[in-house]
């Protein structure tokens, strides 16, 4: 069993790019949520996919969207980069009714 | 709304001393409360949550955790600190509205645990 895994490990962009980050969940989990983790903060919940729909949402602008795969897999999608955008995403994977104990080893963003 | 609040940045303990890492929480309604444990470069990794019953939960690597409903507060304790259980740990609530479960963390408490 992988575990979560997620893609890539750290990527480097320039304001105003798009950028799309990807997520296994752990094999027998349906659900995936996005965190957003900057520098000296804690994780903040961005979105969470089940059955490839957006079922929550946090309090992020328009510009981050994401999908959710058949095989349950997900992305992330940030539009019109900031530098403020500058963070560790992490990825969960959970069943819809439990708890994210099992994250990713996250993506690293740098924006320039 | 949910949130929690871990009011030491950092906390220094010496190795084979008792730990404890602190967190109090503000909900409504019956709290969910979690602890996670990140290295450096890496994801958060589970060590224990709370949804009822006993006060004192036991978790992973030896760790556990108070529940104390009437000051509101959910302390991560180890009975005896190692060198490789210095991490950052992050206290988390579940905002249970509409059915969901998405986490509030706290900022974080930086543990380090010296020879």
């Known amino acids: 069993d992988a575990g979560v895994t997620q893609s890539p490990t750290h990527l480097i962009k320039t304001r105003g790019q798009q950028v799309t980050l990807r997520c296994s969940p752990k094999s027998g989990h349906d659900t995936v949520s996005w965190y957003q983790q900057a520098l000296g903060q804690g994780p903040q919940f961005i979105f969470q996919?089940?059955?490839?729909?957006?079922?929550q949402r946090g309090n992020f602008p328009d510009r981050f969207s994401g999908h959710q795969f058949p095989n349950y897999s997900s992305e992330l999608n940030v539009n019109a980069l900031l530098l403020g955008d500058s963070a560790l995403y992490l990825c969960a994977s959970l069943l819809l009714a439990g708890e994210p104990k099992y994250f990713g080893p996250g993506t690293r963003l740098l924006v320039l | 709304a949910q949130s929690v609040a871990q009011p030491e940045d950092q906390v220094n303990v010496a190795e084979g001393n008792p730990l404890t890492v602190k967190c109090t929480y503000s909900?409504?309604?019956?709290?969910?409360l979690f602890w996670y444990v990140q290295y450096p470069n890496r994801g958060l990794q589970f060590l224990l949550k709370?949804?009822?019953?006993?006060?004192l939960v036991k978790g992973s690597y030896g760790f556990e955790a108070e529940f104390n409903k009437s000051q509101t507060s959910f302390h991560l304790k180890k009975p005896s600190a190692l060198v490789s259980d210095s991490a950052l740990y992050f206290c988390?609530?579940?905002?249970?509205?509409?059915?969901?479960?998405?986490?509030?963390f706290g900022t974080g408490t930086q543990l380090k645990v010296e020879l």
């Open positions: 909900v409504s309604g019956n709290p969910y």
């Open positions: 996919y089940y059955e490839e729909e957006e079922r």
């Open positions: 988390a609530v579940r905002d249970m509205a509409g059915g969901g479960n998405k986490l509030t």
């Open positions: 709370y949804i009822t019953g006993d006060n």
